[in-house]
T-cell receptor
Framework: AQSVTQLGSHVSVSEGALVLLRCNYS??????LFWYVQYPNQGLQLLLKYTTGATLVKGINGFEAEFKKSETSFHLTKPSAHMSDAAEYFC????????????FGTGTRLTIIP | GAGVSQSPSNKVTEKGKDVELRCDPI?????LYWYRQSLGQGLEFLIY????????KSGLPSDRFSAERTGGSVSTLTIQRTQQEDSAVYLC??????????FGPGTRLLVL
């Protein structure tokens, strides 16, 4: 069975600082990997995804993530935090083909300090 | 284009009552998923429909939960004899047969 681990349930960074949210997956087969963002009282919005190909993927709002098979990681980064980035972030994995249901991490709440 | 829509956005019910939650997927999406988000359990998969195939019901927590998808489009999640532990946000997602899923805004269910 697949599992996804997000280190740090709460992360605080200053406005303009680097954002780093950690995600590790556990799977014998490299899965499809996703980051979603959730704003208060809203659904999940897709930030970015890794399916195949380039291991550094760029998403919306200046976020990017790198798939590292050797480390079974898919950490999310943004060079400069903005106040509007305050939200909860979920890492998720799906796959292999034929098993597309998502397994989610427990989420990381990002706070931006002005 | 229109995204995934869910109704109602909020539902308050009494313990023991049945509830129906509706999901309208993105037009043309063949796969539809239901998830539950609760404080104690995080985000959990419930059920998955893909085209005309038999649904994957492996995430349904009890036989009080059921779902159907009519005409390969709209889906209804039914919870019978609701319990307080059913209180959660129920999220629906759809995809065009790829692993990438797009989520609706959710239905917030409160069982008193």
């Amino acid at each position: 069975a697949q599992s996804v681990t997000q280190l740090g349930s709460h992360v605080s960074v200053s406005e303009g600082a680097l954002v780093l949210l950690r995600c590790n997956y556990s799977s014998s087969v490299p899965p499809y990997l996703f980051w979603y963002v959730q704003y208060p009282n809203q659904g999940l919005q897709l930030l970015l995804k890794y399916t195949t190909g380039a291991t550094l993927v760029k998403g919306i709002n200046g976020f990017e993530a790198e798939f590292k098979k050797s480390e079974t990681s898919f950490h999310l980064t943004k060079p400069s935090a903005h106040m509007s980035d305050a939200a909860e972030y979920f890492c998720a994995a799906a796959g292999p083909v034929g098993n597309e249901k998502l397994t989610f991490g427990t989420g990381t709440r990002l706070t931006i300090i002005p | 284009g229109a995204g995934v829509s869910q109704s109602p956005s909020n539902k308050v019910t009494e313990k023991g009552k049945d509830v129906e939650l509706r999901c309208d997927p993105i037009s043309g999406h063949t796969a539809l998923y239901w998830y539950r988000q609760s404080l104690g359990q995080g985000l959990e998969f419930l059920i998955y429909f893909q085209g005309n195939s038999a649904p994957d019901k492996s995430g349904l927590p009890s036989d009080r939960f059921s779902a159907e998808r009519t005409g390969g489009s709209v889906s209804t999640l039914t919870i019978q004899r609701t319990q307080q532990e059913d209180s959660a946000v129920y999220l629906c997602a759809s995809s065009r047969g790829s692993p990438t899923q797009y989520f609706g805004p959710g239905t917030r269910l409160l069982v008193l």
